[in-house]
């Protein structure tokens, strides 16, 4: 966002209460400007929060979709998927206000941190992508909706309650990014919602809002289950749950040709990241007699991360190509940090000679 008047970045901006689009930054413009000739520039186009029909919000059901049968899906392939997860009217409700976020305004291009090559970190945009994490009060406020599903704790303790892991309930432990994408391409590339430390990400949910997806509209979520011969597809669907495992499960999104809206809750959990999600160890057993089991392990352990980008390595860099588009910047910070990344696996030789051996396996 920048101011309107100065292009000024960065600076605290306000907005018109009116038209909820023109920004202007807190110094003189917002005093010369604002004042004295937005209000008659913004023509009163007051955006209004409307909803489609009558609908009831009732978390209480979480307890009822996020079944046994689920969470052991869940745990065993690492995802599973609730179609039709909230009563439709619900579900029109949370579209009706990611839409009216996106038409005030209130979202933002995607800014993903990337560390390159050099060991510093970059930032960069994911094109086409905007927006907003409801940890954001100004935009929380204007969207009570969001801000239920935000506060609410019973999609947590649901799942908590059959999968046996230690989620942190409240909004400590919780993100809520409402996402738009505008179509045009714009996708995600290869990746781990939990990379690794400082985060804390356990269990990803993906709320798809998009009423008339339909094949060829693209933006599917891909998953890439460590070391399955096939990823898996999905379809965006209207009302559709997908949980997944934040921190052991490749995915990404490929590139959408109409606009499409997703919420996205990160439950954090108690114990991600310890030692052994993080460091490998390996022993002669696990490469000979003890392979099958040593493979089986990895596929649901976070220490496979260590590995993916070496194992995957095609997948990952077509899908930089996909979404960033060989032009963009940031899209050469990128693929050097991926090559450099590949180098280090290469100096390792046990590591390349794992990495390798797995490749052939998958
Ligand atoms: O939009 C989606 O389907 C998933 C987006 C995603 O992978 C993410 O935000 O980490
Ligand atoms: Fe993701």
């Known amino acids: 966002m920048k101011c309107f008047r100065c292009d000024q970045t960065g600076e605290t901006l306000l907005r018109c209460s009116r038209c909820r689009v023109a920004t202007y930054c807190s110094r003189k413009c917002q005093v010369e400007h604002w004042k004295k000739q937005h209000k008659a520039e913004c023509g009163k186009q007051q955006l209004s929060l409307k909803y489609p029909g009558v609908f009831e919000r009732d978390t209480s059901t979480f307890y009822d979709r996020i079944t046994p049968d689920v969470c052991a899906k869940l745990m065993e392939n690492g995802y599973a998927i609730i179609d039709n997860f909230l009563s439709e009217g619900w579900a029109n409700a949370l579209l009706a206000e990611v839409q009216f976020l996106q038409h005030a305004n209130l ?30 009060a100004t935009v929380r406020q204007q969207v009570p909706e969001l801000d239920a599903l935000f506060h609410q704790d019973d999609l947590c303790y649901a799942l908590a309650t ?14 809520l990014k409402v996402q738009y994408n505008a179509g045009f391409g714009g996708c995600f590339p290869c990746h781990y919602d939990n990379p690794g430390r400082p985060n804390k990400r356990k269990l990803t949910c993906l709320l798809y809002l998009n009423p008339s ?54 439950l954090d959990g108690a114990s991600v990241n310890l030692p052994e999600h993080t460091q490998l160890s390996l022993t002669a057993c696990d490469l000979n007699e003890g392979w099958e089991a040593f493979t089986k392990r990895l596929a649901k352990s976070p220490v496979q991360r260590l590995l993916s980008r070496g194992v995957y390595a095609e997948e990952y860099l077509k899908s930089l190509i996909e979404c960033m588009g060989k032009a963009k910047e940031g899209f050469d910070d990128m693929v050097q940090s991926h090559n450099a990344h590949l180098e280090r696996l290469h100096k390792n030789q046990l590591l390349f000679a794992l990495v390798e051996r797995l490749r052939a396996y998958r």
């Open 213 to 266: 997806w339909a094949p060829g509209d693209g933006g599917e979520i891909q998953f890439y289950p460590f070391l399955a011969r096939e990823p898996i597809t999905l379809a965006p669907l209207m009302n559709r749950l997908v949980i997944f495992s934040s921190d052991s499960l490749l995915h990404r999104v490929l590139p959408a040709a109409q606009p499409r809206h997703c919420l996205t809750i990160w």
């Open 162 to 175: 059959h999968t046996k892991l230690d989620l942190i309930p409240g909004t400590q432990g919780k993100t």
């Open 107 to 136: 979202l933002e291009k995607n800014k993903t941190q990337f560390p390159k090559a050099n060991g510093t970190v970059a930032q960069f945009e994911k094109p086409n992508i905007y927006e907003a994490d409801l940890h954001n």
